[in-house]
């Protein structure tokens, strides 16, 4: 099984409503066993909400309580990312997943590079929160941006 952002499936999850579609990850998924996953709104956050960046560091701070998660307004939603991470997994062994594919840059789901917790449109080196639980937990975690290596993985 294929943990996915379903952003990049094209549904409407993301903070703005909108979704992350990708056509050629949809292309190469064709026929998998596929499980569509959305932490911000698994752990209760509704669709839309406000943007959400982590704090004082990334997602593995999170999960280590050194960090937090906030929205725009300065509302503390860390609790919500936290539950997302444990209803993302439910129901699920984790020698079911071959490995996660997540959206980069979320501040749940970033593989490699999250927004700074500014609120200014700039990136830092960093996890987020789901990712960062998923690789605690073993679980092989590329981003929409590492086709080829999903491509090398699938055949």
């Known amino acids: ?7 990049l499936l094209g549904s409407n999850c993301k903070y703005n409503g909108g979704n992350n579609e990708v056509t050629t990850l949809l292309d190469l998924l064709q026929g998998q066993d596929i499980r569509q996953v959305c932490p911000e709104v698994a752990g209760g956050l509704p669709i839309p909400r ?30 919500n990312f936290l539950k997302g991470c444990q209803e993302m997994l439910k129901g699920i062994n984790l020698d079911e997943i071959d490995f996660a594919i997540l959206k980069e840059k979320s501040p749940s789901c970033g593989v490699r590079k999250i927004y700074t917790g500014e609120f200014n449109g700039t990136l830092k080196p960093g996890t987020g929160v789901g990712a960062a639980f998923l690789k605690k937990k073993g679980v092989t975690v590329y981003s929409e941006e590492d086709l080829e290596k999903i491509k090398d993985r699938l055949n």
């Not at 050194?66 to 503390?76: F, L, P, Q, S, T």
């Open 1 to 7: 099984m294929i943990l996915v952002s379903a952003c």
């Open 50 to 79: 406000p943007p959400a960046e982590i704090i004082d560091g990334d997602g593995f701070d999170v999960l280590a309580q050194k960090a937090r998660v906030m929205n725009i307004k300065g509302e503390d939603v860390t609790e």
